[in-house]
């Protein structure tokens, strides 16, 4: 079945850096669009980025835009979220998410996340 | 960017009751309009997909209608599992945007 397992998450020092992982199973990676969604403790969902499909486009929230990319390795079926000057804002609970139909914006596949701290 | 409000932001109801959530778009999004539930402690799970179309396997218990700003789900028949938050999502433009959540709680 379809499935998708996020990794790398804890706690960090604002400032640093940290890469997030998502390995994705039961269907064809490489044709579909993949998201991150966060969850800030206690909080509603917020998009953060997109990858296309052949990993050539990607698109960020604002909020994260300039400090974060997104990649992706057809070869090993995973998705990365790479974090860079993270701030205490962005402690959040990061989930990837299959993407589907329009804009590969309808979420249809959620990992269990994983959680980001920015602390000093 | 467009933003996306829901209401109620909480609402008590009892099992077998009808409940209906309504979204609105600041700015008209098409049928592009996504409903999740999340139970706590759990990931998000998408119920319904461009208004109406309901994801496999979730029960028919679930509707969805609308188009361009306003958009309602609808749970027939609240079951126990029920109870949770919901959240809508337009996926007309990116930035994708959700609504804030409505937590449906047990009366």
């Known amino acids: 079945q379809v499935q998708v397992v996020e990794s790398g998450g804890g706690v960090v020092q604002p400032g640093r850096s940290l890469r997030l992982s998502c390995v994705a199973s039961?269907?064809?990676?490489?044709?579909?669009?993949m998201n991150w969604v966060r969850q800030a403790p206690g909080k509603g969902l917020e998009w953060v980025a997109l990858?296309?499909?052949?990993?050539?486009?990607?698109y960020f929230a604002d909020s994260v835009k300039g400090r974060f990319t997104t990649s992706r390795d057809s070869s090993k079926n995973t998705l990365y979220l790479q974090m860079n000057g993270l701030r205490a804002e962005d402690t959040a609970l990061y989930y990837c998410?299959?993407?589907?139909?329009?804009?590969?914006?309808?979420?249809?596949?959620w990992g269990r996340g994983t959680l980001v701290i920015v602390s000093s | 960017d467009i933003q996306m409000t829901q209401s109620p932001s909480s609402l008590s109801a009892s099992v077998g009751d009808r409940v209906t959530i309504t979204c609105r778009a600041s700015?008209?999004?098409?049928?592009?309009l996504n409903w999740y539930q999340q139970q706590p402690g759990k990931a998000p799970k998408l119920l319904i997909y461009?208004?109406?179309s309901l994801k496999y396997g979730v029960s028919s218990r679930f509707s969805g209608r609308g188009s361009g700003t306003d958009f309602t789900l609808t749970i027939s028949n609240l079951q126990p599992e029920d109870f949770a938050t919901y959240y809508c999502?337009?996926?007309?433009?990116?930035?994708?945007?959700f609504g804030q959540g409505t937590k449906l709680e047990i009366k």
């Open positions: 998410a299959r993407g589907v139909g329009k804009n590969d914006g309808s979420l249809d596949s």
């Open positions: 999502q337009q996926s007309y433009s990116i930035p994708f945007t």
């Open positions: 039961g269907f064809t990676f490489n044709t579909y669009g």
């Open positions: 700015q008209s999004i098409s049928s592009s």
């Open positions: 990858i296309s499909s052949d990993g050539s486009d990607t």
């Open positions: 461009t208004t109406s």
